[in-house]
């Protein structure tokens, strides 16, 4: 099939930017109702008294009339799931408008479109589709893509059959097909528009577009140059039953970072509604009350402009515990906007998202030792979540695939940049990381970290081997990690911890966690998604050791003696390498919510400390934010667009209040006064009394039930 994505969709795109309506502040809650006749009356309800100005509904529901009530009532009507897939390979802007049109008028009547304010177009990464179904054989057959590809790479495409002779052309199609992806969703996106000019347009991303394995992921990055009339929506659900609910914060950030400064929702998960609807393969389950109510602060607090609840149906009226827990928090973030819109975040840390390292996955297959459901995102993923369980925010950092020349800019002002087992890596990228601690950064290193070029071929010696100024040791498998430096804290010397040396630990202990009943009805549906054959698939352990330089100082030792972890002076920086990088991510206990591991000697906590120390070490007399509470506390840090000021926030996820949090923040120098404003649901805004010594001011809040803000100013 022949398929012409023409320019003009993309210049489109770029008019519609400027000449389409904006979005409106004010829209700040939406819901996804099942509309019914029973329950319509009881959603209306919560809709008047959460001041929702939209609902999403399927455009089946729309046709039934089940808007109605909802436009009698005055909120405005979004149309999802339309059947965009059907017009996916459509060549023009024009004819996909023509076509839209055309579907809408024989499959829901003439007065469809006057009735809707706006459309939906759900989780476009499955138009992505699996490469090699779709994209290839196109590529293979298909002499304007095939023309396309040589015009940009002077050669034709490696196709599946050649990838692993070929990884540099395989990398190349890799990019092209991202390409290919995002040029057929801006002219659906144009079509729409030109379909439906007086419409606005929302896209709703689910983590799908980053997860490692079966499904092959879009870079996040390429959208966010689309236009703004086209709303963009994270959607944290999938796999969201073998998370921390962090996940959604985590998700957030990472959509921020490559999104720039667009408004972004965010969908809560009100998914034990779903329970009942048999939808097994999402992996709905129940929520207790207190994670519902923590759901909007998770949002908010990192980055999401506005909120999406998914999804309200007869169901809930079930759990009416639940739903009053989701009134209280919601009722709270629409009165107090001003805590969260218009500020950016404020991190000295960054974690190191490698595209290259994830993209490979697509090479090596979904379960190589190389990436798969184990690698870039995971690693990425938990070790995002043990810096919140020390409570230092953390950026994602990542450039767009086959653009590491913005890698510096993205490096600048972060104090400590994590790099997460990155094993594919460009000698730019290297080059970058070098430059960054020459000029006073600290990078911490883990794993088999640039082991291996940008086309996954391995190198000789890791490109980042000189900054470590060590030698490599043969790898091999390691079962213990010993700790012996004296500037360690006291009880860490001389302690050993079990070194797995990669994370499959965790995948065993999160496949685990999948309830009977969703095993149960996964059997009944005959639906195998869940059933991953860990054992069969996962690899062997296999850690990395060094022969240190000189200069550099062992931090930590394999039974065998060799150095596992090591810090050295680079320029003006600092260097860690860790060897065994399991030890680096967050391993403790995790069920509905983010808890601190039971046994205090377990292997988890002493891993925790290790890494806390480094952090410490790391971030060293300059550090912006100290917060000593309980661990289960999450915290970010915000600033003020206009007006100046800075925004703490702590998210209670252990279920239980937290008496005296010791918070100490650095001001800028000259500064002799600061207001401290102390906000939390329930209660009235009140001062905090505050000390300032050594350019930082330090204060205490009381108690934290469950979510908290503090105002600088």
Same mark, same amino acid.
């Given at each position: 099939? @022949? ?18 309506? =904006? ?42 009339g089940e808007d109605k009530p909802?436009?009698? =009532? ?111 969703l801006a002219n659906v996106i ?6 439906? #000019? ?6 709703? /991303? &689910? ?50 970072? =490559? ?36 759901? !909007? ?32 928090? *919601?009722?709270?973030?629409? $009165? ?63 450039? #767009? ?52 070029? $940008? ?20 790898a091999k498998e390691h079962a213990?990690? @010993?700790?012996?430096?004296?500037? *360690? ?34 059997? $009944? ?9 860990? &054992? ?6 296999? &850690? ?5 330089? @000189? ?27 860790? %060897?065994?990088?399991?030890?680096? /991510? ?15 000697? &377990? ?6 400390? *290790? ?35 800075? /925004? ?6 252990? %279920? ?20 401290? $404003?102390?906000?939390? !649901? ?5 001062? *905090? ?25």
């Open positions: 099939m @022949k398929t012409r994505i023409a320019n003009l969709a993309l210049t489109l795109l770029i008019l519609l930017s400027f000449t389409s309506i =904006a979005m409106a502040a004010e829209e700040f809650i939406s819901v996804y109702p099942y509309p019914s006749a029973s329950y319509t009356p009881k959603c209306l309800e919560f809709c008047q008294k959460n001041a929702v100005t939209e609902v999403i509904m399927s455009y089946r529901c729309v046709v039934k909802y436009k009698d =009532a005055g909120l405005s009507v979004n149309c999802g799931w339309m059947p965009w897939r059907n017009f996916w390979t459509i060549q023009s802007s024009e004819k996909m408008a023509e076509q839209l049109k055309s579907w809408s008028t024989q499959n829901m009547g003439p007065g469809f479109v006057e009735r809707v304010d706006a459309f939906s177009i759900d989780e476009p990464n499955w138009g992505y589709g699996d490469w090699k179904l779709q994209s290839i054989p196109e590529l293979e057959k298909d002499t304007y893509l095939r023309n396309e590809y040589y015009k940009k790479f002077s050669c034709w495409p490696t196709l599946s059959q050649d990838h692993l002779n070929n990884p540099k052309g395989w990398r190349n199609t890799v990019w092209f097909r991202q390409k290919v992806f995002t040029d057929r144009a079509g729409y528009k030109s379909a439906f #000019p007086d419409k606005d347009l929302m896209l709703n /991303l &689910s983590p799908v577009a980053y997860e490692s394995g079966g499904q092959m992921g879009i870079d996040v990055h390429r959208f966010k140059d689309f236009p703004r009339f086209c709303r963009m929506a994270t959607d944290p659900y999938f796999q969201a039953f073998r998370r921390p609910l962090q996940w959604s914060g985590y998700l957030i950030r990472w959509h921020k970072s =490559a999104m720039g400064e667009r408004p972004l929702s965010g969908i809560i998960q009100f998914y034990d509604s779903q329970r009942d609807t048999g939808w097994p393969y999402e992996g709905y389950m129940d929520l207790n009350p207190d994670d519902v109510y923590r759901q !909007p602060f998770e949002y908010l607090m990192n980055g999401a402009t506005s909120l999406q609840i998914f999804v309200m149906c007869e169901p809930t009226q079930k759990r009416e515990q639940n739903t009053k827990a989701l009134e209280k928090s *919601l009722s709270f973030a629409r $009165e107090n906007k001003h805590l969260w819109q218009d500020t950016r975040p404020v991190s000295q840390v960054g974690v190191y998202f490698s595209e290259n390292t994830f993209r490979m996955k697509d090479m090596w297959g979904s379960w190589s030792r190389m990436t798969g459901l184990y690698g870039a995102s995971f690693q990425t993923e938990y070790t995002y979540y043990a810096l919140s369980h020390m409570q230092v925010p953390a950026d994602i950092v990542s450039v #767009p695939f086959c653009q590491e020349s913005g890698l510096p800019e993205k490096l600048k002002g972060y104090s400590v940049i994590i790099l997460p087992d990155v094993k594919c890596m460009s000698k730019y990228e290297a080059d970058s990381f070098a430059g960054y601690v020459k000029n006073g950064g600290t990078l911490i290193i883990t794993g088999e970290t640039a082991f291996y070029d $940008e086309y996954g071929k391995p190198r000789p010696n890791p490109a980042l081997l000189s900054l470590t100024q060590g030698k490599p040791m043969q213990m990690l @010993k700790l012996s430096n004296k500037i *360690l804290p006291r009880e860490l010397r001389g302690l050993s911890i079990a070194a797995d040396c990669n994370d499959a630990t965790l995948f065993y202990r999160m496949a685990n966690r999948h309830p009977e009943w969703l095993k149960a009805k996964c059997k $009944e549906m005959k639906f195998n998604g869940y059933d991953l054959f860990f &054992s069969e698939k996962l690899p062997k352990p296999v &850690s990395a050791a060094i022969l240190p330089g @000189k200069g550099a100082l062992t931090l930590a030792t394999y039974e065998d003696g060799t150095s596992a972890i090591t810090v050295n002076n680079y320029g003006k920086g600092k260097v860690y390498y860790i %060897g065994p990088n399991d030890v680096t /991510l967050f391993q403790g206990e995790v069920t509905d919510s983010l808890e601190e591991p039971v046994n205090k000697i &377990s292997r988890e906590a002493r891993c925790m400390k *290790l890494f806390r120390t480094i952090m410490q070490e790391s971030l060293g007399k300059d550090r912006l934010l100290e917060v000593k509470t309980a661990p289960a506390m999450e915290v970010a840090m915000r600033s003020k667009e206009k007006g100046g000021g800075t /925004l703490l926030y702590f998210l209670n996820h252990s %279920g239980q209040p937290v008496q005296n949090t010791k918070v100490k923040v650095a001001l800028n120098k000259g500064v002799k006064r600061a207001g401290l $404003e102390l906000y939390e !649901p329930g209660s009235a805004p009140q001062k *905090l009394s505050g000390t300032i010594t050594n350019r930082s001011v330090e204060f205490v809040i009381p108690a934290i039930k469950e979510f908290a803000a503090v105002k600088i100013k």
